[in-house]
T-cell receptor, first 111, second 112 residues
Framework: DQQVKQNSPSLSVQEGRISILNCDYT??????FLWYKKYPAEGPTFLIS?????DKNEDGRFTVFLNKSAKHLSLHIVPSQPGDSAVYFC??????????FGAGTRLFVKA | SQTIHQWPATLVQPVGSPLSLECTVE??????LYWYRQAAGRGLQLLFY??????ISSEVPQNLSASRPQDRQFILSSKKLLLSDSGFYLC???????????FGPGTRLTVL
């Protein structure tokens, strides 16, 4: 049962343009949604989160949008940089012990 | 500040051999600790989590086990490795209330 889905396995974007990474979920009880970034052979690093009571959270070049009616969230990176090339995981939790991760989207930012 | 350590970084083991991966956290007390596995081209699969010393919850029935002998130490073990145990193993701790997870550097395990 995939409660968190990232349907795009990869995305390619030109440097300086916007990257939009998408995520869908099925469990309406999730309290928090999170995005992580992962480079090869390293552990994921936490990027940004959003509470289910909000619809937008911004941190520098990263903005997460939450559309609860559509059970959809997205991560916007503006402007995209070559160093942003990595795998991005969407995740969600109910404020408890377990976090559900999506399968990840590999972002390529071309110089 | 908090740091999380994992070792070894890489490991090559024959099928049927035992396994012990260690994870330690510094700079925080009574953390929730987690073991994840990322198989090639796949997402993160939660294997075990622990909310305190000696308290282990298993998410996936398999030939792996976990133990938490000390507050900031989490160990992943197996008595006999299978080929399917190959993967990238990650330890993590969480910080409430958002429970964002902070991951260690990972261990690349190859079972031959």
């Amino acid at each position: 049962d995939q409660q968190v889905k990232q349907n795009s396995p990869s995305l390619s974007v030109q440097e300086g343009r916007i990257s939009i990474l998408n995520c869908d979920y099925t469990n309406s009880m999730f309290d928090y949604f999170l995005w992580y970034k992962k480079y090869p052979a390293e552990g994921p690093t936490f990027l940004i989160s959003i509470s289910s009571i909000k619809d937008k959270n911004e941190d520098g070049r990263f903005t997460v949008f939450l559309n609860k009616s559509a059970k959809h969230l997205s991560l916007h990176i503006v402007p995209s940089q070559p160093g942003d090339s990595a795998v991005y995981f969407c995740a969600a939790n109910t404020g408890g012990f377990k976090t559900i991760f999506g399968a990840g989207t590999r972002l390529f930012v071309k110089a | 500040s908090q740091t999380i350590h994992q070792w070894p970084a890489t490991l090559v083991q024959p099928v049927g051999s035992p396994l012990s991966l260690e994870c330690t956290v510094e700079g925080t007390s009574n953390p929730n600790l987690y073991w994840y596995r990322q198989a090639a081209g796949r997402g993160l699969q939660l294997l075990f989590y622990s909310v305190g010393i000696g308290q282990i919850s298993s998410e996936v029935p398999q030939n792996l086990s976990a133990s938490r002998p000390q507050d900031r130490q989490f160990i992943l073990s197996s008595k006999k490795l299978l080929l399917s145990d190959s993967g990238f193993y990650l330890c993590a701790w969480t910080r409430p209330p958002v429970n964002e997870q902070f991951f260690g550097p990972g261990t690349r395990l190859t079972v031959l």
